[in-house]
């Protein structure tokens, strides 16, 4: 037995201290990817601070030298990303052992809502519309998602940072939108409105001379019609002999019809009504011709009067007469002679006003006519008809004999 007091420079007293070990394992509590520089506290049961310890690269930190009793852990701070945890934990210290504690933490999120909507229309939402989520910050996609019955993307819990959202199928009858670059904040909710614009045509329509397709005809006024003939727009023809149709969305027009309903008044009116198919995010160019007015003049000929000379009675149609006929700027535009039957046809003339002149009656028997006739071409392919009279060649008065007394 050794007493106090009986110590030799040669003795030596061995003393084990009552300790035990706290070893905390932080991790992400999502993936349970340990957290590195996570700050705790060790306090004593009645709150006096102990120690504090940082995390590890493997999301480690241990207390040592512990005396064995009760103990409260403390996370007083974390990665930026992250919550804080607000817990405090109880922690019992047994001799001679290591006390474990897996504490989690929570990615800071916020949440996403997505409403997506026609451009034209804001009331409409847009089912089955797929969008890639891209994560900045990740520099990948994390996720596709795909828009409700009611246009919407709702994403709950969705880690703070830096997206971008990418529309990769828009359906059928709208175009992609464009990439929309946005935040997720913590405890927040980002709500974006995307808008799409729904895939529509155009047509262009070309107002021509059917005569010379280089002329253009302006101020020619048409209509833009539906499947029911139920008139849409009208449109009127500019200096450049052209008119565009508004914007039509595919989805509720794959095809039009076009009518002209006016024209000028030297042209005649096209009876055509053109059917096009729209074409998505195209202008569709359609010629229209107009036809000027053409018109012919037939002259009959005949005599004014009982011809004494050749026997003619009044209105014998009379063969040979030349006429010549001039427009109103007094040009020559043709020259006709009439046939066995008293009648002279003229080449079709465009509209306007003519004159008529006769040049030779064809006979001696019969006095030139030196009338001018006004002769208009207001309807196409309509003949024209004029009489023209000529009056007879007055014979000679028969001479007396002479008598003697």
């Known amino acids: 037995m050794i007493h106090i007091g009986d110590f030799s420079s040669s003795a030596t007293l061995n003393i084990t201290t009552n300790t035990g070990k706290v070893r905390v394992k932080k991790l992400d509590e999502e993936n349970s990817k340990p957290l590195e520089g996570v700050t705790f506290q060790l306090l004593s049961s009645e709150g006096k601070e102990i120690a504090t310890q940082k995390t590890d690269s493997n ?19 974390t990665g930026e990303n992250y919550v804080l945890s607000s817990k405090s934990f109880d922690i019992t210290v047994t001799y001679n052992k290591t006390t474990e504690k897996v504490i989690t933490n929570k990615y800071k999120s ?47 819990d969705l880690h703070i940072g830096e997206y971008k959202l990418i ?14 670059i946005f935040n997720i904040e913590n405890d927040k909710t980002t709500e974006i409105l995307i808008q799409n614009e729904a895939k529509k045509g155009q047509i262009k329509i070309i107002k021509v001379d059917k005569d010379n397709n280089e002329t253009k005809l302006e101020g020619i006024e048409f209509e833009v019609l539906n499947q029911n003939d139920e008139v849409l727009e009208k449109l009127i023809t500019d200096k450049n002999g052209e008119a565009i149709t508004s914007k039509y969305a595919l989805k509720d027009y794959s095809k039009l019809k076009i009518r002209e309903v006016s024209t000028k008044k030297e ?10 198919e ?31 000379i050749t026997g003619d009675k009044r209105g014998t149609t009379l063969k040979g007469a030349i006429f010549e006929i001039y427009t109103e700027d007094n040009e020559l535009v043709d020259t006709i002679t009439t046939d066995k039957n008293g009648k002279a046809t003229s080449k079709l003339l465009n509209y306007g006003t003519y004159y008529i002149k006769e040049k030779s009656t064809g006979s001696n028997n019969y006095l030139l006519n030196t009338k001018e006739y006004k002769v208009e071409i207001k309807e196409n392919k309509k003949t024209v008809l004029i009489t023209i009279e000529n009056e007879s060649v007055k014979p000679p008065k028969k001479k007396l004999p002479k008598t003697g007394f």
């Not at 026609?118 to 828009?147: A, C, G, H, Q, W």
């Not at 529309?167 to 929309?180: C, P, V």
């Not at 042209?267 to 096009?276: H, N, Q, V």
């Open 267 to 276: 042209y005649a009116l096209s009876d055509e009504i053109k059917e096009i």
């Open 110 to 156: 916020g949440k996403l809502i997505v409403n997506k909507v026609d451009k034209d229309d804001n009331r409409i939402p847009l089912e089955n519309m797929v969008f890639d989520l891209y994560s900045i910050e990740e520099n990948k996609v994390i996720s596709t998602y795909k828009t409700n019955a009611d246009g919407q993307i709702i994403i709950s």
């Open 167 to 180: 529309e990769k199928d828009s359906g059928k009858f709208y175009n992609l939108a464009e990439e929309i």
């Open 278 to 308: 729209l074409k998505e995010n195209e202008i569709v160019s359609v010629i229209f011709e107009n036809e000027v007015i053409k018109g012919n003049i037939e002259i009959t000929k005949i005599s004014a009067d009982d011809n004494k």
């Open 59 to 77: 999301g480690i930190a241990t207390f040592t030298g512990l005396y064995q009793g009760n103990y409260i852990l403390k996370e007083i701070a």
